[in-house]
Structure formats: C-alpha cells, structure tokens
C-alpha cells in the first residue's frame, strides 16, 4: 500500500488491545496508531466503540483517568457517528451475526471507510470491504 492516508475503521477490540496493552496483540494495535501520527493512515472508530472502551477502562481504572485516556486516544483517531441510517441498516441486516459488527460495517460503508481493522477478521466475513488484521495492515503499510 504505497499511498497514504488509507481511512481506516479500527473494531472495538484492537482499540481495547492497545490501551488495556493486550498482550501480544498490543504490540501491532500500537504500530498501527504510530502509522497514524506519522500521517500513512487515518484512523476512524464508531461512537459506539468510543463508548465500549470506556466501559472497559472503567472497570480497571477511575472514571477521570478513563477519560483522560479517551482525550488522548482522540488525537489519533476520528470518530464516526452512528445515525438513524446506520441504525436502521443494522437492524434490518440479516448476513452479520452480531449486531454492533453489524453497525461497524455499515459505520464504514457509510462513511466511505476503506478498510475495517479487527482481531475477529471471521466476524466480518460479509464484508464488502477489505477486512484484516492490524497486523496485516501494518504489514503493507509502506
């Protein structure tokens, strides 16, 4: 991948894995968002998954601090809405199982994402869209 600025969707979990420093996985997700600063890619997630990462900080740190961590995480990456449109596409969908994949794709397709980073590559197997690993990303990074 030898332009820049591919806009990418990262799922909830690679998220997740860099700030709750998942092991081994952590080690790709932080690469990626490196990829980021330097400006080779731009980084997108739904509110929904801004939303869920909270969730999980807070259970491990207090809620100031969680925040804190979101502020930072903002820097790098640009949140997607999720609307009326998205919601209904999801909801009236019956190729993906789970229902927030399920929003994350079409957060995507509406937002003219052109590849969904995810650990769970098989949750997306119906995707219209490119979907890999961070891992693989950054593998062709350039």
Known sequence: MKSTNKRVLLDTNIIIDLLAKREPFDEDARKLFSYADKGK???????????????????????????QILRKLKLLIKTLCLDEKIINLALNDDVFKDFEDTLQYYSALENKIEIIVTRNIRDFDKSKLPVMTAGQLNEIIV
């Open 41 to 67: 890619v731009v980084l997108y997630t739904s509110a929904l998954s801004i939303a869920n990462v909270n969730f999980v900080l807070q259970r491990q740190k207090n809620p100031a601090d969680a925040r």
